[in-house]
């Protein structure tokens, strides 16, 4: 602080000793007003991030070994695309088994077919009692019902070896592989990440004092992505939603701005990407008269030295002093006063001539 001080007095002093040298004969300062600007005018911005709508972090219902894999990060894939195996041998032997025992099964139940066959035609000619035949009915049945169970496993059996085979579930870009060759895999344990690159959106906090009437005015709300044309301009995106609750710990709630689908790359072509950091414009106020005014001045008339940002304020008799300034966000030739002038302040139009009169 204390050689940010000793900078900006020798700057002034500088100044100071430019102006003896450069002082002009007679002739009153062109000076400029301040324009404002207040009212349903006002914004705020607030940081945002991009992010895609379909974020998918894929893990398996199995344990096992993974065998193959067959895509890296950054890779493009299609819906139903293989991306990694994992070992299925024992499911697969399972899926053998019970095929063998459907089999087998069948083969009983062809033969409880073939001898209630036989005791009905005995039953008709009286040969049998009934509680006979009804004994091979039964056999039938039970022979039936077993078929069907174990047709059943199997079915299941052949299901789960499915589970070894991990399947992009959309079209999309593979984010993060979490796991190399040989890896094992569990339930639940992350494998890869995929997300879709054609619908994304910029998603951010918006505090609790700035709600207000932002629900009606959803319309207004802008976004920019800096690099974006090779710089930052304000967005209009395809649709805007607050969601309706508020996080308890930070008093925010969270709106969401879906980019156009022709957005999914800057205007110089760069493409967009989940992660990037974006800034959300919001309307504020309500009317001009109950919202402060925002100020702003051409910025020729902004004088910079060093670390000193200032203008020359010209008093009644036509004198100009020095006058340091915070500046915010630069419009076309115009740039919004954040602090250090007054809205009836008239400022030198020309800052070098200014400093020839100032004394």
Known sequence: MKRLHRVTLASLAALSLAGAALAAEGGALATVELRSAAGTGLETSVDGVVEAVRQTRLSTQVAGAIVALQVKAGDRVKAGQELLRIDASAAQQGVAASASQVEAAQAQLKVAASELARQK?????????????????????????????????????????????????????????????????????????????????????VPQALLGSLSTRLDQVRYEINGMGGSATRLQPAAVELLPTLDAASH?????????????????????????????????????????QRLFL??????????????????????????????????????????????DDKVAADPQAAAAVAR
């Not at 579930?169 to 990440?193: K, Q």
């Not at 110089?268 to 504020?284: D, S």
């Open 121 to 205: 035609q005995l039953h008709q000619k009286q040969y049998i009692s009934q509680a006979a035949l009804e004994r091979s009915q039964a056999q039938w049945e039970a022979a039936q019902a077993q078929v069907n169970a174990l047709q059943a496993q199997t079915r299941v059996a052949q299901t789960q070896s499915g589970f070894f085979l991990l399947k992009a579930p959309y079209a999309g870009i593979v984010s993060e592989v979490a796991v190399t060759l040989g890896d094992m895999a569990l339930p639940g344990r992350p494998l890869l990440t995929l997300h879709d690159p054609s619908a994304l959106r910029v998603t951010a906090a």
């Open 298 to 343: 051409p910025a020729s008339a902004i004088l910079r030295r060093a670390e000193l940002t200032a203008a020359y304020v010209v008093d009644a008799q036509g004198k100009p002093s020095l006058r340091q300034v915070r500046l915010g966000r630069v419009t076309g030739d115009q740039v919004e006063v954040l602090s250090g002038l007054r809205p």
């Open 252 to 292: 925010t709630a969270q709106i969401r701005l879906a980019l156009p689908s022709s957005g999914a790359a800057g205007a110089a072509g760069q493409a967009l990407m989940p992660g990037l950091f974006a800034r959300v414009w919001l309307p504020v106020g309500g009317s001009a008269k109950a919202g402060p």
